[in-house]
């Protein structure tokens, strides 16, 4: 059974920096896509990054472009999301997941494991 966990969300100034990991259990993760999604106090999930564990290619939404960096440590079994110059509206649970597909998606419908999230608050 494949589990992804989450860390590092917190309280940050806007302007600031943070870093999520997910650590990832139970799988073969070179066959997998993990994904970064968030969701805000009444809003819709939304995709936040991607990246495919064997060849790193990554994707990221437009509103996160140039700020957010995902990577990944294979030998950990980690997922990373470096968020720099947060801002309010990036205010919202992060969730990390998984995807047993060598291709990247946008789609939260298509990934398969989720961690419980955790929460990040940019305050002004």
């Known amino acids: 059974q494949v589990h992804v966990v989450e860390s590092g969300g917190g309280l940050v100034q806007a302007g600031g920096s943070l870093r999520l990991s997910c650590a990832a259990s139970?799988?073969?993760?070179?066959?997998?896509?993990m994904g970064w999604f968030r969701q805000a106090p009444g809003k819709e999930r939304e995709f936040v990054a991607t990246?495919?564990?064997?060849?790193?290619?990554?994707d990221y939404a437009d509103s996160v472009k140039g700020r957010f960096t995902i990577s990944s440590d294979n030998a950990k079994n980690t997922v990373y999301l470096q968020m720099n110059s947060l801002k309010l509206e990036d205010t919202a649970v992060y969730y990390c997941?998984?995807?047993?597909?060598?291709?990247?998606?946008?789609?939260?419908?298509?990934?398969?494991?989720w961690g419980q999230g955790t929460q990040v608050t940019v305050f002004s």
């Open positions: 997941t998984a995807r047993f597909s060598r291709f990247r998606s946008t789609l939260w419908s298509e990934y398969d494991y």
């Open positions: 139970g799988g073969t993760f070179s066959r997998y896509t």
């Open positions: 990246i495919s564990w064997s060849g790193g290619s990554t």
